[in-house]
């Protein structure tokens, strides 16, 4: 008897561009995918962070450099694909979150999430994009989305409509792309805990709201997903795309 062999997790000789790689949930993606052999790619607005993040890659046996780029200027963004090989992983993690009453929010705070979550994230997907069709690579988008793409969230109108219209755009993107072998899938947490999100959990009330729907009964950290962004970023997933991957711990099962 012939026995399948399982799929490889791992990507050497890959490369990956990781957006928002500065910190938090960008920093632990781009960590995972450097430990399974690709070359990473961190970029950010404050270069500071994503060249400390590269180095201590580096020191962990990777390989990874650093580019500053505001993903919100689009030319910078054409200009930054133009001048480099083409990646076989994208994870479009960039974000903003400005968490108000629909009510309350104006117009540049509506521009600021809507721009950076929907506008920048489509048209990073782009030039990523165009660089793999015009040098025939095959690959892997990964979209951060969030559980808030799935539900209504208190205060979350902004970003509930920039994370819906990630879902969207995911599962367009892999009807395009399906013909050039590039996948497209989204990567939707919960509540996970990270310097940007860590000052809303210091509201007691506020954390308990969030662990009453969190079933696992903690709140997320990045290495949650780590393990699913390798799952989306390899040959283990090979015939998944267009879809989300909810790493929730059983919030919207309830």
């Given at each position: 008897?012939?026995?399948?062999?399982?799929?490889?997790?791992?990507?050497?000789?890959?490369?990956?561009?990781?957006?928002?790689?500065?910190?938090?949930?960008?920093?632990?993606?781009?960590?995972?995918?450097?430990?399974?052999?690709?070359?990473?790619?961190?970029?950010?607005?404050?270069?500071?962070?994503?060249?400390?993040?590269?180095?201590?890659?580096?020191?962990?046996?990777?390989?990874?450099?650093?580019?500053?780029?505001?993903?919100?200027?689009?030319?910078?963004?054409?200009?930054?694909?133009?001048?480099?090989?083409?990646f076989h992983v994208l994870v479009n993690n960039a974000g903003t979150n400005r968490p108000k009453p629909?009510?309350?929010?104006?117009?540049?705070?509506?521009?600021?999430?809507?721009?950076?979550?929907?506008?920048?994230?489509?048209?990073?997907?782009?030039?990523?994009?165009?660089?793999?069709?015009?040098?025939?690579?095959?690959?892997?988008?990964?979209?951060?989305?969030?559980?808030?793409?799935?539900?209504?969230?208190?205060?979350?109108?902004?970003?509930?409509?920039?994370?819906?219209?990630?879902?969207g755009m995911n599962k367009s993107f892999a009807l395009d792309l399906a013909p050039y072998g590039i996948?497209?899938?989204?990567?939707?947490?919960t509540f996970i805990e990270t310097p940007m999100t860590k000052p809303f959990f210091e509201d007691k009330?506020?954390?308990?709201?969030?662990?009453?729907?969190?079933?696992?009964?903690?709140?997320?950290?990045?290495?949650?997903?780590?393990?699913?962004?390798?799952?989306?970023?390899?040959?283990?997933?090979?015939?998944?795309?267009?879809?989300?991957?909810?790493?929730?711990?059983?919030?919207?099962?309830?």
């Open positions: 008897m012939v026995l399948p062999n399982t799929p490889s997790f791992r990507l050497d000789g890959h490369r990956a561009l990781v957006t928002g790689a500065g910190r938090g949930i960008g920093l632990a993606l781009a960590a995972a995918l450097a430990e399974a052999g690709a070359a990473v790619c961190l970029v950010a607005r404050t270069a500071t962070e994503i060249e400390a993040g590269a180095a201590a890659i580096r020191e962990a046996g990777g390989q990874a450099e650093a580019v500053r780029l505001d993903v919100s200027d689009l030319a910078k963004v054409e200009s930054f694909f133009a001048d480099r090989p083409a629909m009510w309350e929010v104006s117009e540049a705070d509506y521009d600021m999430v809507l721009n950076l979550n929907v506008k920048s994230a489509f048209f990073v997907a782009q030039g990523c994009v165009k660089r793999m069709i015009a040098k025939g690579t095959k690959g892997s988008l990964i979209h951060i989305g969030s559980q808030m793409g799935h539900v209504g969230g208190l205060n979350r109108g902004l970003y509930c409509a920039s994370k819906w219209a990630i879902e996948r497209s899938n989204v990567i939707a947490p009330a506020f954390k308990a709201s969030v662990l009453d729907k969190i079933k696992l009964g903690r709140i997320g950290a990045v290495e949650d997903l780590m393990g699913a962004a390798l799952f989306l970023a390899t040959d283990a997933s090979a015939f998944v795309t267009g879809t989300s991957l909810i790493v929730d711990g059983g919030w919207t099962a309830d």
